[in-house]
């Protein structure tokens, strides 16, 4: 083993392997980074066609609970990170049981539960929405008083990209509500009447050097990430803010690797963090065409144990999903100047998947 959690400040060196847990799109990304640093990778993900093993030097297809595939993955790995937060805590803890696991697993348990992650933010004196723990259709009619009559339901557990989310008014029936989300543990969130949303992407070292990139503003449709707009428009005072915001959660949580932090700028110019998520980020997928240094690769260095890069962007930019049929614009778009494509290797196109995005560079900031 090249380099560890208790001997911070060592690099690995070339041709290390960096184990990747799940293979969608961000590990594929992932991988791209650490291989133009020299890096091999090793994915684990049951999925036979999952993205990222199309570029990985090896692909382990294995249940996330199987402990024998995941030592015999670690035994492989100098470093593991991770691409999604459900990955299981106890796998992410087998794992580093022998080998350094980045971001650290307890990163995983304080964002896999949207209440513990809520009473983590909060008790850190960070403002987030209105939010009710639900159990029972009796929980979720007093919450919905308490919230003026609208709220967001969503699932404690394995939400994303807008799943297992209801909108609500005192009008709809909470026992249906409740039967809706399968009767699963659940929070009921305040609407919150926000003027945008933002995102920071941070990345700390194993020595607890911090940077972050230009927040980026972004908008949603069907809860899915649509358009990330760089610059944000918004003052210089509320995005440093936000940046700190980012760095206390990472210090709380002795972070090493990239967090991307979601939050909404309400109507009278406050900050309220939505989620965070362990990894990288949608929302940044622009700083591959406007940085120097990709979020990817600072999240590749910050595991890896080099220094962090300059996060600053060169151009202004817009970055735009490729979700489901939207991928049959790429011969257009491959056509125009300071457009740069990047497709995931997804063979299937579906409704509401991500197939790709595209960052259009706006001129030099
Ligand atoms: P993703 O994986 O894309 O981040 P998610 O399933 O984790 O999505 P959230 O981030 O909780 O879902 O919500 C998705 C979007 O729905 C938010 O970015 C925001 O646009 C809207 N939304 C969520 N919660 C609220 C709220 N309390 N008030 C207003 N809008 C909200
Ligand atoms: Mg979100």
């Known amino acids: ?55 990985c030097s090896s692909h382990r297809r294995a249940a996330y609970d199987d402990t024998e595939q995941l030592q015999a993955f670690a035994a ?28 650290p697993p307890s990163a995983l348990e304080a964002s896999q539960d949207r209440l513990a992650e809520k009473d983590f933010i909060s008790g850190l004196g960070i403002a987030t929405a209105p939010y009710y723990d639900i159990a029972s259709a009796a929980d979720l009619t007093s919450a919905l008083t308490n919230c003026a009559g609208t709220g967001i339901l969503k699932t404690r557990r394995m939400g994303y990209d807008g799943k297992g989310q209801l909108r609500l008014t005192s009008a709809d029936d909470p026992a249906r509500a409740w039967a809706e989300i399968g009767h699963v543990p659940a929070i009921l969130e305040g609407l919150v009447d926000f003027r945008c949303e933002i995102s920071v992407i941070g990345a700390r070292s194993q020595t607890g050097e911090f940077r972050a990139f230009e927040p980026a503003r972004n908008e949603h449709r069907n809860g899915i990430l649509h358009t990330s707009h760089v610059p944000s428009g918004l003052s210089s005072d509320i995005i440093q803010q936000a940046i700190e915001m980012a760095r206390a959660i990472m210090d709380a949580l ?72 939207e991928v049959a614009r790429v011969p257009q778009l491959l056509a125009e100047a300071d457009c740069l494509v990047h497709l995931y290797g997804k063979t299937e196109t579906r409704s509401g998947r991500k197939m790709g995005h595209v960052t259009w560079l706006l001129g030099q900031k």
């Open 1 to 55: 083993m090249i380099g560890h959690a208790g001997n911070p400040g060592k690099a690995l060196a070339p041709g290390a392997v960096i184990g990747l847990l799940g293979g969608g799109q961000l590990a594929r990304m992932l991988a791209i980074a650490a291989a133009r640093l020299g890096y091999r990778t090793s994915v684990y993900d049951p999925d036979p066609s999952a993205p990222a093993a199309q570029l």
């Open 76 to 103: 492989g790995c100098d470093v593991v990170t991770y691409e999604f937060e459900n990955v299981p805590v106890v796998t992410a803890r087998t794992i580093a049981a022998t080998r350094p696991v980045f971001p």
């Open 254 to 325: 002795d972070y090493v690797g990239v967090l991307g932090v979601e939050f909404f700028v309400s109507t009278d110019g406050k900050l309220l963090v939505n989620e965070i998520a362990p990894r990288v980020h949608n929302s940044g997928h622009w700083t591959e065409a406007a940085c120097t240094i990709s979020q990817f690769e600072q999240h590749i260095r910050a595991i890896a144990g080099l220094p962090l890069g300059d996060p600053v962007h060169h151009s202004n930019c817009r970055m735009e999903n490729l979700i489901g049929d």
